[in-house]
């Protein structure tokens, strides 16, 4: 059985940084892309980070580009996604999951977790 479970997240200042993971199971790691997705409540959930089985290729949407770095361990079944220069409009229930490619970054495989939520503020 396939299980997402994220953790990591909290309240952190404006500028401040958090890293938050994800650890999977019921697949192998390393033959999926990842994606990170955000959701604020009353809105669609949002892509932010996207990285190859490997971890040769990642991508991100502008608004996080230099800000947020996934990474992965396969060894681990971790996916993380380190961020930095927060800011109050990162605030968020942070997910993860396998997803179809990179091209189809967007089209999830399998249900989502609990999810884990960052807060930022002062």
């Known amino acids: 059985q396939v299980q997402l479970v994220e953790s990591g997240g909290g309240l952190v200042q404006p500028g401040g940084s958090l890293r938050i993971a994800c650890e999977i199971s019921?697949?192998?790691?390393?033959?999926?892309?990842m994606s990170w997705f955000r959701q604020v409540s009353g809105k669609e959930r949002e892509l932010v980070a996207t990285?190859?089985?490997?971890?040769?290729?990642?991508i991100y949407p502008d608004a996080v580009k230099g800000r947020f770095t996934i990474f992965r361990d396969n060894s681990r079944n971790t996916v993380y996604l380190q961020m930095s220069s927060l800011k109050p409009d990162d605030t968020a229930v942070y997910y993860c999951?396998?997803?179809?490619?990179?091209?189809?970054?967007?089209?999830?495989?399998?249900?989502w977790g609990q999810g884990t939520q960052v807060t930022v503020s002062s």
């Open positions: 999951n396998a997803v179809a490619s990179l091209i189809q970054r967007n089209s999830t495989l399998w249900s």
């Open positions: 990285i190859s089985p490997y971890g040769t290729n990642k």
């Open positions: 019921g697949f192998t790691l390393q033959d999926y892309v």
